[in-house]
């Protein structure tokens, strides 16, 4: 239905930036928000942040004032913008698309397949 792609992941030093994307194609209009998790090893999965269709955006009070999530429907791209990034922010971070697949308002979960942040420090 939906497929996604990141990249921009790699290798930064404490206080650098980077900025993930998240290419969607497939059937893009089922999709109504786009989110960015990250898993570091030995945790579980949390939410980083996300962005409805409706521009409406959420984060983690761990990343709040240094993160940025944004979406360019034109392209059906995901970015999340990463400044200040702490040795703590080190994960995989994996987009997410929650589509609406009937008119109930069913859910369904895609994911992409994680890209690698590190940060030094």
């Known amino acids: 239905q939906v497929q996604l792609v990141e990249s921009g992941g790699g290798l930064v030093q404490a206080g650098g930036s980077l900025r993930l994307s998240c290419a969607a194609s497939g059937k893009t209009f089922l999709i109504n928000s786009m989110n960015w998790y990250r898993q570091s090893p030995g945790k579980q999965r949390e939410l980083v942040a996300g962005i409805t269709t409706g521009g409406i955006t959420n984060y983690a009070d761990s990343v709040k004032g240094r993160f940025t999530i944004s979406r360019d429907d034109a392209s059906n791209t995901a970015y999340l913008q990463m400044n200040m990034l702490k040795p703590e922010d080190t994960a995989a971070y994996y987009c997410?698309?929650?589509?609406?697949?009937?008119?109930?308002?069913?859910?369904?979960?895609?994911w992409g397949t994680g890209t690698l942040v590190t940060v030094s420090s």
């Open positions: 997410n698309a929650r589509l609406v697949v009937n008119v109930e308002g069913a859910t369904l979960d895609r």
